[in-house]
């Protein structure tokens, strides 16, 4: 995993700093905007593969270092749609609730085990009548039981601060207050720990932040949906 | 509101591809050996319903249409219908299943010699390990039935494709990359087979039915004996998207009759599938 900083566009307040000159300087930086009031910032991250190739559906968070991370948990989404979950990777802050409705004209079951929420939603059609609170930090990998292809990934933040990259490798964090902040990386194809992607910044009371990242990948081994000669599928 | 009322979901397919095979006469002899290429097309569509967490079943319908660029009398038309239940043992993809299928099909062949019914069952079981392989076994009972029985000899039947048999076959699949999967197969078969020569005595001899099969020339003579055929296919899926796949295959034949009649065959198949 390699990453990189860019300079600030002009107007921005601090464009982020080095690793090893960040701490003290980071620290005044941020002291300093802070004496000016919270105010609100844009982290603009960038992520590319290490072919130069924009990735889609990395996680980026930004945790901040001074003070707790706040925000309130959510009731978000994920709908099954052509027997595939939508979104492909979902971020939410600790203590949020998913609803998990099944768009689709025949049934889907649901599932997890992973450590940070093993769970089942045995097979249903339509909406389930209650949600399934993830109450526990960490990356949460759902399948359906049925159609083996279907995954998706649900993670479990413990900061609001997060975004998702969309096709181009972007991701856009809105509204940071100014301060110093640890940012981080997770997708579902990385090859190293999230823990070795974290780089510290500090964001000023307005303006952009950039931060990018280059990442390995490894492709995920999971059933394929195409057919294969002489092969049922799922039937 | 979620339900848990079972609901059936239409599933269908359909396919087109190309095969050559060096011995589709299943001769023995190098003058009686046969090989053509066919094209074939081939469409199928029913109803999956799960049943429940674990139990799911299927009803289809397939149509298959195969046409012979030489040998014309075997060209032909199937359709069938075939009800499977299948089980799975647990959560996720890793976890084990089984399969029992059964299936009628008509065959309506140019050359009615072959016309008739085939009926089979099967069970078969499969899991998906070691994050990358899929490995499956089965065993499979087939009955063929054909509507002629044109009798050469009052004391001999001439139903040559009229036949029992049984295979058993083990499977192997791997995932190479997201969308590419190399397969081996080998399959055992033990049953009656049926095979074409000019009149030949030692052959006649230890047939259970023999009959004239136009299909290859006047006097060729068609004749039915038990064989064990060792079959080993192997080849390669590319997947093309969420819906469709390439396959390409050869599989090599090697027949054990009675009396130390031998056959040998291969035979390669490209195919376009595509599942609605």
Known sequence: MNSERRGAPAGSAVAGCAPLRGALLCGLLATLLAAGGARAATLLAAVRDDSGRPVRDAVVLAMPLDGSPGGKPTREIIDQIDKEFVPYVKPILVGSSVSFPNRDKLRHHVYSVSPAKPFELPLYAGTPSSAVLFDKPGVVTLGCNIHDWMIAYVYVAETPHFAVSAHDGSARIANLPSGRYAVRIWHPEMTVAESSTVQQIAVGRDGETQVSWTLKLTPILRPRRAPAAGAHGYH | ?276
């Open chain 2, 1 to 276: 509101m979620a339900s848990g009322a079972a609901r059936a979901e239409w599933i269908a397919d359909a396919g087109t591809g190309v095969v050559y095979d060096s011995n589709v006469s299943l001769a023995q002899s190098r003058s009686d050996i046969k090989h053509d290429a066919l094209v074939f097309a081939e469409a199928s569509g029913g109803q999956f319903v799960q049943l429940t967490d674990r139990l799911s079943g299927t009803l289809t319908g397939r149509v298959r249409k195969e046409l012979y660029s030489r040998y014309t009398g075997l060209s032909n038309l199937s359709a069938g219908l075939s009800a499977a239940a299948r089980w799975k043992f647990g959560l996720g993809a890793g976890a084990p299943w089984a399969r029992l299928g059964g299936s009628a099909t008509r065959l309506d062949y140019r050359n009615n010699l072959r016309s008739g019914w085939l009926y089979e069952t099967a069970l078969s079981t499969g899991i998906r390990a070691f994050d990358r392989w899929e490995l499956d076994a089965g065993y499979r009972r087939e009955h063929r039935s054909a509507d002629q029985d044109m009798s050469l000899d009052p004391d001999i039947s001439a139903a040559v494709f009229s036949q029992h048999a049984s295979s058993e076959w083990l499977g192997a699949r791997f995932e190479l990359t997201q969308s590419l999967y190399p397969f081996v197969r080998y399959t055992r078969r033990s049953g009656d087979i049926t095979a074409t020569t000019q009149p030949n005595l030692p052959i006649y001899q230890v047939s259970s039915a023999v009959a004239f099969d136009p299909v290859f020339g006047t006097g060729a003579i068609a004749y039915k004996l038990h064989a064990t055929t060792h079959i080993f296919a192997a080849g390669l899926t590319q997947a093309v998207g969420a819906h469709a796949s390439i396959n390409l295959s050869i599989e090599r034949r090697i027949s054990h009759g009675d009396s130390d009649i031998n056959y040998y065959g291969t035979a390669y198949e490209a195919q376009l599938l595509y599942e609605f």
